[in-house]
């Protein structure tokens, strides 16, 4: 069953999440983290999880990201390269698994 994702579930959510990070393919991020960062960088409504009998098993939340002059200096087109071939790299890794 898929319903609104609690506070309450947040735990279990955090540690999907690193379970997540263990494979390489989950995210850019490297470290999980804090309840308090985690809450604040994800929409307050769209979040949701999938529960195989009350047990939360799966989660997905909509986040916001930005690009800043300091995260993410000027893309020039050999920089660019770089991030697809990063992207590339990475989906391929995921697909191996």
Same mark, same amino acid.
């Given at each position: 069953? !898929?319903?609104?994702?609690? @506070? +309450?579930?947040?735990? #279990?959510?955090?540690? &999907? ?7 390489? $393919? ?5 470290? &999980?983290?804090? =309840?308090? =960062? ?9 979040? /949701? #999880?999938?529960? +195989?009998? %009350?047990?939360?098993? %799966?989660? &997905?939340? @909509?986040?916001?990201?930005? /690009?800043?002059?300091?995260? $993410?200096?000027? &893309?020039?087109?050999? *920089?660019?390269?770089? !991030?697809?071939?990063?992207? !590339? =790299? @990475? /989906? *391929? *890794? $995921?697909? =191996? %698994?």
């Amino acid at each position: 069953m !898929i319903r609104q994702m609690k @506070l +309450t579930d947040l735990d #279990v959510v955090l540690t &999907i999440y690193g379970e997540g990070l263990k494979t390489g $393919c989950a995210t850019f991020e490297t470290t &999980i983290p804090s =309840k308090e =960062k985690w809450n604040s960088s994800h929409h307050k409504t769209l979040r /949701f #999880v999938a529960e +195989t009998g %009350e047990q939360v098993v %799966e989660w &997905i939340a @909509l986040f916001h990201y930005a /690009f800043t002059k300091s995260s $993410c200096p000027e &893309i020039t087109p050999h *920089n660019r390269e770089l !991030i697809d071939g990063a992207k !590339i =790299k @990475l /989906f *391929n *890794n $995921c697909l =191996k %698994e």
